[in-house]
Structures are given as C-alpha cells and as structure tokens.
C-alpha cells in the first residue's frame, strides 16, 4: 500500500518546576532560598531524510511526545532540560501544522504550512515549555524567605497534516492502459503490475533510468481520465504528484485508429476484436484532452 497522506499528534515537553528550598548547612541556621530553576521542555522538530519515500511510519504511530524538562534542586541545581524530539519525513512532504483543542471548544487554526524543505533541513513545528523559576529570584529585601517557586509551562500540543508529492524528473501521464507502467518497466528496473484492462497501476511507480551514465527518475502516474480533475476515477489521489515533474511525457496509443476500424467491422466470433483498452480513437485529439484533465 503506498501511504502518501498522514496525520499525527505531537506535544512538546513541559517545563520542569522550579524548587523552593532553603540552605541548610551547620553553623548557617538561615540560608535562605537556593531552589534552582526547571528545565526546559524538549522541542519537537520536523526534519527531512533521504532515506523514506512514503508516509507508512504515521500508519503505525500517530502520537509523538518530547521529553519533560526536570525539577529544580536545592543549591540552585538547574534541572535538566528535555531532550528534542526529531521526527523524520520524506522529501517532498507538505507540512500544515494546526492548532485544535475541541475540549475547550477553541476552533481549528492553521499556525504553519511548509514545502519543498530540503535534505536536512529542520522545521520546529512545536516548542517546549520554559521551566519554572526557584524561590532564590523571589527573595527580596522585605520577603528574604519565599516558600513558593514556580511551575514550568506545558509544551505546545498540535496537530499536522502532511502530504507526501513525489519528487521526480519525468512523470509519465495518459489514459488508462495504454502502456504507462509497461514502458516504466522497459526502461528501468521497476517492476509495476501490468494488465489488459483499466487502473491495473493504482499507486504511483518510481523507476530510476540510467542513459550513459546519466541516471533520473521516471514517474508513473495513474488515474487520468476525463473529470479526473474533478474527482473522476482516482481524482487528484494521485494527479497532484505531477506537481513536482520536471518534464511530463504524454503516453498516447498509435493504434487507436485502427481499432476504431476494427470496431466498425462486424465482430466475428472468436476473432478477438473489441474495444480499445484506452477507450480512444484519436491519438491527437488524446493529447490536447490529456491537457484538459490536468
């Protein structure tokens, strides 16, 4: 199955709360405070690898949660800060980070959208809450023993959307078996399902092609027929990977006229003659219609 949509919750860490102890030492029967500072919360980010191509790891684990800042200690010991959480996705991938809490009834807010991140690159996408304040910032000339610190934040909590559209250098379009995944399997090494009939290729197929040392990827993209544009057949499932082609290559059948003759003629039976896989008769007029649809 290929997996090019997917939505996860993520929660950044809380902040850790800050301490409101005393010194206690001999001889120093009034310290006064020393209670140390929270940590702060771990981030969450968004970061783009070469090494996936879909979106299957959100089909199993959906909920991701950065690590909690730690408490304040006496002496003034900072706590320890949260560590960030790093979450891998494909390059190619539309973010659109949202805003939601239905429990107290705030409505759904897009706070972030982003595309064509590169290999490497990181988006934060939730950060995590400060830690509290110790008692030792509270003490004052006329208040030089606070028993009160406070508590850290609590991390940002949101949803994302993503949306994987495959990058490629050329992606091949055009009706319904007329051989799109048969040259894909010409030309390179992949192996997409072949039959003589429609939609036989329901996801899209990567191949890569080597010409004399210069290699580049090709693109099958099923699902163009008339109102795919409108959410015929497959609809834009798959339509939109053709955003990111290079180069788009027009598959047209050149043996669409002739079947038209061959439709004309009274069928005998067990000649084996009918209607042309790709349901056309004019390979021009499928080329101007191929614009149309997309």
Partial sequence: ???????????????????????????????GPDGGDGGRGGSVYLRVSTNLNTLLPFHYKQHFKAQHGGNGGNQQKHGKAGQDLYIDVPRGTFVEVIDED??????????????????????????????????????????????????????VERMIHMELKLLADVGIVGYPNVGKSTLLSTVSAARPKIGNYPFTTLAPTMGVVDVDGYTFVMLDIPGLIEGASGGAGLGL??????????????????????????????????????????????????????????
Avoid: C
């Fill in 237 to 294: 499932e798959f339509l939109r990977h053709v955003e990111r082609t290079r180069v788009l290559v027009h598959l047209l059948d050149g043996s669409a006229g002739l079947w038209k003759e061959q439709e004309e003629e009274p069928e005998e039976e067990g000649s084996g003659n009918g209607a042309h896989p790709s349901k056309t008769s004019d390979p021009i007029e499928d080329f101007k219609l191929s614009h149309i649809y997309i």
């Fill in 102 to 155: 239905p429990v107290a009834g705030v409505a759904s807010e897009v706070v972030l959208q982003a595309d064509r991140l590169k290999p490497g690159q990181t988006l934060l996408v939730a950060r995590g809450g400060r830690g509290g304040l110790g008692n030792v910032h509270f003490a004052t000339s006329t208040h030089q023993a606070p028993r009160f610190a406070e508590k850290g934040e609590p991390g």
């Fill in 1 to 31: 199955m290929f997996y090019d949509r997917a939505k996860i919750s993520i929660k950044a860490g809380n902040g850790g709360n800050g301490s409101a102890s005393f010194r206690r030492e001999k001889y120093i029967p009034k310290g």
